[in-house]
């Protein structure tokens, strides 16, 4: 029987859920909830119904597991905790700082009621929080390097857009080139952030606006651009839309360690993801945790878990057999 | 305290393993075991005692977990299975074709007497094998590919030197660029084996031998080097010493995948070794599947695990909680 998939906001993670769903036949999708009036939200999938998020408790029995789409400042601190309450539940809670908290909160709602709720799931963290581990296990020492891009940054272009005279923003993350190299050859660098990453945007002005003074406003904003190099691009909405629709994303995690009686020979572990669709990708890391916290809680284990704690075989449609015979 | 290490073998591996040990604070060497007289065994490690295997028995209640260093042809698939009886093992069975039946043996040994039994640890079974079922579990539609190297094959190295009027040779098999970088730009190419790897032999040849029939040997070896591109170097026994006496290796796992409603999204997933020393990086991922075997052990598991099995935070030294709030 597959397992059945409800989704809970119908967002671009919502609708890549969906797709996940499509794409892995031993999943079905029982229902999407909204927040919005259910009669104007349109799915993908024939004869599923929408229903008010408010409703969720009473199709409990219809889910498996209840996929939470919200974002990670509001919603899922709330949400996470509240439906562990009456489901197994996967979110992507991507704010690290606040991992432990918000792994405290749900393990407190999710332990007493007999359910599993898998945190953090999706890339960064996700994916390359495995690879953080997995390298720091294998080589003790070493040192860590984490880049991201070339890849669409929502919260900075969200920051560009809110700079007086802009109508629209697409900025990128770049990753240095040069410090990568540096580090695939063995070196350990200390890197300041100027020399990790660039970034570039694309902006689409008010007619009439100041273009220079957008520019100076964009390069030097704290937090956001300051301690970047930045490259500022103007164009027109017909080529924003032409060119800059996707979104993709992507990066790299590298540890570079050292063995041997006298630490004599270096090593270079890297992982990378090139990725079309950075919500596509997350739901389909998204989706696996699903199949594993399923799985998970037919063993009859409980509360908060994450990645790290799911062995990789849970999150595999395939059997262990067939894993150790054509896949280890 | 520290888990205490017992090292069964004490050839590359065992000493990549004693070197691990002194690199991961919270193990120590408890003992190595050896099938050669044990006075001739001069090991690293202060203090430590060398023993012949036939003792290890007895030795069973001052090692935690035994690492055992034979090889996969004829050592592991018996003494696995008879260790696994007394100790808690790790090996790094590396037949890949034979798993399931090691698997079998190991398990039906380990799992009555209550002890944990990790097999096939290493980088290929081991890391790539992680790689290979994460990419799937996450890319449900899409293509796997595995290059090994640039990096000595011991395999082919010893094929070569049974080639009449040859002294010594060493094998390097390397990675086609060409179809590396067609794979990263989302192509997904069926490829030959002559178009996956190239094969490079150094070799010292016998005073007087016939150099153009030991290549032309070499280069139509049937199942070792008809299928590939081989070029063959002649050098000297000094240039074998001084250019090629270390044992580097390494490789890339690439899956590529497609995601959306109508799959029209492609993503790349690249894992990727750099290894200085081959023994050592192998021994540094058993060190770190002793580690997870023992805590394994600790929970009252028993039975035959592979790293497959293991959730990634058992292989790290750090806390549950570090790792949520550094790693994750």
Redo the contacts between chains.
Sequence with gaps: MAIRIGIMGYGNLGR?I???V????DMELAAVFTRRDPATVKI?TEGVSVYHADEAKDHADEVDVLILCGGSATDLPVQTPEYAKYFTVVDSFDN?SK??EH?ANVDAAAKPNGNVAVI?AGWD?G?F??????A??????GKDYTFWGKGVSQGHSDAVRRVAGVKDCRQYTIPATSALERI?G?ETPDLITREKHTRECFVVAEEGADLAQIEHNIVTMPAYFADYDTTVHFITEEEMKRDHSALPHGGFVIRSGK???N?E?????????????NP??T???IA?CA?AAYRMKQEGMSGCK????????Y????S??F???H??
């Design positions: 890549g969906e797709c996940a499509k794409n892995n036949p993908l690290h991992i432990p792994y953090s963290p994916m929080s495995l690879n953080r581990v997995y720091n296990a294998v080589l003790p020492n695939r063995g063995t041997g009686w630490l020979h270096n090593h270079v572990i890297e992982y990378s993801l090139k990725l079309d669709s596509e990708f739901s389909s890391v696996a199949r994450t990645i790290l704690d799911i062995p990789p075989a999150l595999c449609a395939q262990d057999e894993l150790r015979a896949m280890l």
